[in-house]
């Protein structure tokens, strides 16, 4: 399983991924991701810009799973930007078991604790499931998101979002609908939808 384009597993500072094409990966394109087990870890200035990522598992995945006590870890000043994120999914990576996975953002329903969160700015186009894989322990944790693009085949998952306490009702379906529920549930503004 061990396919993942570019990771970071652990702390970091000044983890930048930016203007490389990432394409056909079993597992992540691009990923910062701990689980903690009591230790305490700071992920901070990480940033993916002006990267094309295509026909991976997941385009850009991120998780923070805070356990073992641990109640300190933080990911901080995390900048996803200007990225083309395109078909996750329907690469070879989906020979895996976990066929209802595939996300262009992918953080997984964990504590995901953060601050200074920015995804801006990017086209997510087209996922064999959903475009979108966004939870936090808490709302103030969840990242601020504004004119990006999305693309994605009607009546699919356009994605989860929101906090481990709600995000099962936050599962929003793509359809004529999205352009409301990217401003009420993700409070998105200056979004472009496209439904093919």
Known sequence: RFGNGVEIYGGCK???????YIHDIYDAGVTHQITTNGKEYNLSD???LNNLVERCVYS????????GGDVRSVMQN????KNILRLCGY????QRHNVDTPAHIKGWDYVNNAKDFYIYDNVLDRSAYRLLHIVANDEKSLPKMSSNTYIQHKG?????????????????TYDENVSNL?????????DTVYII
């Open 14 to 20: 000044n983890y930048k991924v930016d203007s490389c």
């Open 46 to 48: 990480i940033s993916y």
């Open 60 to 67: 850009i995945e991120y998780f923070l799973d805070m356990n």
């Open 78 to 81: 995390v900048e996803i930007s």
């Open 91 to 94: 690469g070879w990576g989906q």
């Open 156 to 172: 699919k998952t356009f994605g989860t979002y929101g906090t481990t306490k709600n995000c099962t009702k936050k599962t929003i």
């Open 182 to 190: 990217l401003k009420t549930t993700l409070n998105s503004k200056d």
